[in-house]
Structures are given as structure tokens and as C-alpha cells.
């Protein structure tokens, strides 16, 4: 008697989970996506696991990332809008961290963009201390807009896991 077998439930399903995993750690690392890998994973398995409790994970997830999401964009820009860094200065900060992700894997995503941000806010500003001052404010505004993000990712996936267990145990 075979205890368990592998079924396209139980392959989706760990598909899905690392998709979400891929998800979760592209919301620290931008370069990966985050939050909507986490919601197109929940819609597979929604879909392959064609259950009530699916559907309802799927919208719960859907809802979390996407306040995640929104919460993290309106927080973040709401405090460079009071501190009045324009969009300029985090389009270079972002271009240089694509630029030092490759030039030195994973730590030079962060130095790209702070150096990024740092030179484009000096060369607006004109005072370097005044441009370390407003690229810290920017780097902190992103900081608490990832981990609002990551925060609600979070809650996602315990929703997910939560609806795994229960759909493989009442199976």
C-alpha cells in the first residue's frame, strides 16, 4: 500500500511554493520579481487544486500583496514628496543599482543605488552633506515601504501554507 503519491496537486503545489519563496526574496532583492510572482503562484494553485478554500487563499493572497504593495508605494512616496527628492535622482540611484548588481553580485545592488541616489542628489543640491542627508531619508523611505511589503508577503504565504495543510489533509 503506497502511502503517498505524487499527483500534479502535489507538484503544483511545491512549484508554487517556490515560486512564492522567489516572490518573497525579490521583494528585498528588486531585481527578482516580488509580491505578483506571489499572487500568480496562488492563482495556479488555485486553479490545479479547484477547491473552495483555494479561491478564497487566492483572494486573500491577491488582497495582502497588493495592500502590500500600496501601502509600501504611498508610504515611500509620501516621505520623499516631504522631503522633496524627485524622481530624477531615484531613477539614477535605480539604473546604478542594476548597473553594481552586476558589477558586484547582490551587495552591489545597494551600492549602486545609494551612490546612485548620493551623486544625483549632489549634483541637484550642490552640498554633499545635504545630499547625504535626503538620500538617507529616500534610502529609509524605501526601507519601510520593503518592509511593509515583505510584511504582508509574509502574512501570504502563511495564508498559503495554511490552505496546503488543510488541502492535503482533508483530501
Known sequence: MELFTVTADVIVTVLAGLAMFVGIVGIVVPVLPGSATIAV???????????GPGWSAFAAITVLVALGMAAGWVLTGR??????????????????AVVGFFVVPVIGLLLGFVGGLWAAEWQRLGDARKAWDTSWAAIKAAGIGILIEFG??????????????HHFVTA
Open 41 to 51: 503562484a496562488a492563482l495556479v494553485w488555485a486553479i490545479v487544486a479547484g477547491t
Open 79 to 96: 516621505r520623499l514628496k516631504e522631503r522633496g527628492i524627485p524622481n530624477r535622482s531615484l531613477l539614477i540611484g535605480g539604473i546604478l
Open 152 to 165: 504582508c508577503a509574509a502574512l501570504a504565504l502563511a495564508v498559503f501554507s495554511g490552505t496546503v495543510i
